[in-house]
């Protein structure tokens, strides 16, 4: 069935143009434009909407997301004694899932084990920093995880774990806490993510399910969720099980396959060391999780595969790895085989000209999160106490990506900062450096048409151009003139994917 959506004020990218009504039949554009539209089916008034391509968020974990709608979510508290009370409400409510996250270091004393025991007693629970690389457990959880050899735990002045865990020590809480899930419970985090999504105006994410973290049987379980939502999943198996992930369907892996850890808890792996030095046990320099020689094998054997490998690297020596390792790759089986196939880096954050330059060459695509910046640049973040300013300064250089000639999309990386599209944007007009802000249409396009074109590659997507998917959504204001604060501000009206309204969730049509 034929609707023209009319009355609307609808801004037709990939340009600027605006045009007062769109088409669509079948879920695809037929046509946009101003005066009268075509005769169709049914008509839908805008009643003065503006009208946009919906949005794609190209780095997300949907099960973490829907899991802090439920659970509690910490951004900005400091206090040791609110997250407590926090996870009193959780003890009192009788609710299943003692799950917290995104709390920040440094709190204003050390959250412990100890403490989180007063509160949730011999309960498995687990409160996530807002990097997700980086855990405090309770008693009850830490007793379960085989912590044996395992870098990241710290110790107290007896030798004694505290209860707080990086990296691979972090990814064994996460994984025995998604074991204690029930299919169900991972099935609902999903479909609160989804709804989240969906509120923002997001018909598409690029989901980094990190297997060696959660599991085969709870991506089983996803993909089943997966199937019933209308947002368009593009999921990334995290692993380097090359045979099972092609066997089973899938023709991208990797996505958060991780190279490193990350700043904030002062595992980016790094060519020169931290500022302020990592806590005992972990390098100076960062973590490197790979070694030259398995990661060249893992990328010969997705290349050969034909498979689309996406890295997470951020500090610029991961970065520096996964560029050389594709070079050695492309020395062996051609540079015109590996380009084509656009293998993505990960947040990508400390980029030199050099690694622009050469990503460029062998045709990979960078995957950053503009919101990075706006919590933690500045001669004052949390970038600048880790390696400071001289070297921070020179991350996250989305304008200098674009102008290299990379393929750049934006995303989230949920819940390491908000699933929202419009913070993103305005994160990219107020970067920290000046150099690196972009303009207010270049800032929409990193977050629909570079966003699926990371992976999907360069095309229809994301605009209101005949031929792409009728995917819409309907905001309160004018996103382009406004100035960047009130960007952040946009309410969304309704969100439509191939065609379907899916927000507001009543009276679906």
Request: charged share 25%; net charge negative.
């Amino acid at each position: 069935m034929s609707t023209a959506i009319v009355n609307a004020r609808a801004l037709r990218l990939p340009g600027a143009s605006l045009v007062d009504w769109v088409v669509e039949d079948g879920g695809v554009i037929q046509a946009a434009g101003t005066g009268e539209p075509p005769a169709t089916d049914r008509t839908v008034d805008a009643d003065g909407a503006w009208l946009l391509p919906a949005f794609c968020d190209a780095h997300v974990h949907l099960p973490a997301t829907g899991l802090y709608e439920s659970g509690i979510d910490l951004r900005g508290e400091t206090s040791v004694d609110a997250i407590l009370d926090r996870f009193a409400t959780l003890i009192d409510d009788r609710r299943t899932i003692l799950f917290g996250g995104n709390f920040e270091d440094p709190l204003d004393r050390p959250l412990t084990r100890h403490e989180l025991d007063r509160v949730v007693g011999d309960r498995e629970a687990l409160v996530a920093r807002a990097d997700m690389h980086s855990c405090v457990t309770s008693t009850a959880l830490l007793k379960q995880l085989d912590l044996s050899d395992v870098e990241g735990v710290d110790v107290d002045d007896n030798g004694e774990p505290t209860g707080y865990l990086r990296e691979r020590a972090a990814a064994a809480a996460w994984t025995r806490f998604d074991a204690g899930l029930s299919d169900e419970q991972q099935a609902e985090a999903v479909r609160a993510a989804a709804r989240r999504a969906y509120s923002k105006g997001v018909a598409e994410v690029h989901e980094m399910f990190v297997v060696e973290w959660r599991g085969w049987r709870s991506l089983e379980t996803f993909l089943a969720t997966i199937e019933d939502l209308a947002l368009r999943v593009v999921v990334y198996p995290g692993t380097d099980d090359v045979a099972r992930v092609r066997a089973m369907g899938f023709d991208r892996i990797g996505g958060d396959y991780f190279l490193d850890g990350s700043f904030g808890s002062h595992s980016a792996w790094m060519t020169e060391g931290y500022v302020t030095p990592p806590p005992e046990g972990t390098p100076e320099q960062g973590i490197a999780y790979r070694e030259d020689a398995d990661l060249l094998e893992f990328f010969l054997e997705a290349q050969s595969r034909g498979l689309q490998v996406g890295v997470h690297a951020i500090g610029d020596a991961a970065i520096e790895q996964a560029i050389r390792t594709w070079e050695s790759v492309a020395d062996k089986v051609g540079i015109t085989e590996v380009r084509p196939l656009g293998h993505r880096i990960e947040h990508f954050e400390c980029a030199s000209d050099d690694h622009i330059e050469r990503a460029r060459s062998l045709g990979l695509r960078a995957s950053v999160q503009p919101a990075f910046d706006h919590f933690w640049g500045g001669p004052d973040g949390l970038y600048t106490d880790r390696i400071g300013w001289d070297r921070a300064r020179l991350m996250n250089r989305f304008a200098t990506m674009l102008n290299g000639g990379l393929l750049v999309g934006a995303g989230s990386d949920s819940t390491v900062t908000p699933l929202d599209p419009f913070l993103q944007v305005a994160a990219l007009r107020t970067h920290h450096v000046a150099d690196e802000q972009l303009g207010r249409i270049e800032s929409l396009r990193l977050h629909t048409t570079g966003a699926y074109a990371l992976a999907h590659g360069p095309g229809l997507r994301g605009t209101l151009e005949p031929g792409a998917p009728a995917d819409l959504v309907f905001v309160d204001r004018d996103v382009v003139e406004p100035d960047s604060a009130e960007v952040g501000t946009v309410e969304v009206l309704q969100t439509w994917i191939a065609g379907r309204r899916v927000w507001p969730e009543e009276d679906r049509s």
